[in-house]
């Protein structure tokens, strides 16, 4: 089902920043949408929750989830049968053509919608062609006029936000021919590819979250390096101002030591007044965010699936 952006929010941090005057919220029907692995069957599922924890409901089995849509309306699933995106409130199901029936040859991933909800930015990877490797557009509505932005022949690229405006896309690009992984953003035709973290900085794969008002970028990141758990951390779009944030908890330290946690996969909230991260306890976690044997093996746990987790923070070669 391929490498997911999976945007549950069970545990929130917040920092108070300025938001524009005329911030419009992306669309918020109160529910929660996250990924929940059943310790039981062995399968994923998708749940969507009141921010309470209360309602929680079975959208679907064996299945992983994308973003919600801009109205609130609409989530992207990704199931054994293909990619379809489905309307929380009335249970309609659209039929996209993927992950590779409507392109031969492509496999494509599509779960991060632009603002206006007309089009999907999608993971794209090419069975027969490597070129065909990179981040791709569809529109939402059918999976029709398919747009490449970024070819990758050795590696993997994949789509994390879109800017407000919708004309640039924050996107992970990783080569394995030469060694490469960075945090860059690209416009919408493909063209101004820029990176925006110092060459060697250890984020994770897919993360990073745009500014309501487009000046700043958040993302999670494993700092020195992947002895340690992620922290959340800041970027200007034009690479400059790179800090970390002083989150309590405290977010990152070294693996080894229990009194730390890794806070990954922060998300602006719509208005620019908040940005909420996914703590996780080191207790069940290993250095790669595998579920360690300490761990309950009945019920469900929130916040990722076991895909995301193991596919996350590529590294380079020791």
Not at 100 to 105: E, L, N, R, W
Request: hydrophobic residues 30%.
């Amino acid at each position: 089902m391929g490498k997911l952006f999976v945007l549950a929010l069970l545990a929130a941090t917040s920092l108070v920043v300025a938001a524009p005057a005329g911030a419009k919220p992306r669309g918020i029907n109160g529910k929660i949408v996250t990924n929940s692995d059943n310790l039981v069957t062995g399968t994923e599922q998708v749940y969507t929750v009141d921010p309470d924890g209360t309602d929680e409901t079975l959208v679907a089995d064996n299945a992983e989830v994308g973003q919600w849509s801009p109205d609130g309306a609409w989530i992207q699933l990704f199931t054994d049968a293909g990619e379809r995106s489905f309307n929380v409130d009335t249970g309609e199901s659209r039929d996209l053509g993927l992950p590779d029936a409507h392109y031969p040859g492509l496999l494509l991933f599509c779960g991060v919608w632009s603002p206006d909800g007309a089009r999907l930015a999608c993971e794209g990877f090419g069975l027969d062609d490597p070129g065909r490797t990179g981040v791709y557009t569809v529109r939402a509505s059918d999976g029709g006029d398919l747009q490449q932005l970024t070819s990758e022949p050795s590696g993997d690229d994949a789509p994390a936000d879109y800017s407000p405006n919708g004309k640039e896309l924050l996107i992970t690009k990783l080569s394995f021919d030469p060694f490469n992984y960075g945090l860059y953003t690209v416009r919408t035709d493909g063209t101004g590819l820029r990176r925006i973290l110092p060459d060697g900085m250890d984020f994770r794969f897919g993360s990073g979250s745009w500014s309501p008002q487009g000046n700043e970028i958040v993302f999670s990141s494993h700092y020195p390096n992947g002895d340690n758990h992620s922290s959340i951390w800041v970027v200007h779009t034009d690479g400059t101002g790179l800090r970390q944030l002083p989150i309590a908890g405290p977010c990152g330290g070294l693996n080894a030591d229990p009194s730390t946690i890794g806070c990954f996969n922060p998300i602006w909230s719509p208005d620019g007044k908040n940005r909420h991260a996914r703590p996780r306890r080191r207790s069940c976690f290993d250095s790669d965010l595998r579920r360690e044997s300490s761990c309950p093996r009945s019920g469900r746990t929130f916040g990722g699936s076991e895909r995301e987790r193991r596919d996350s923070n590529p590294r380079p070669p020791a």
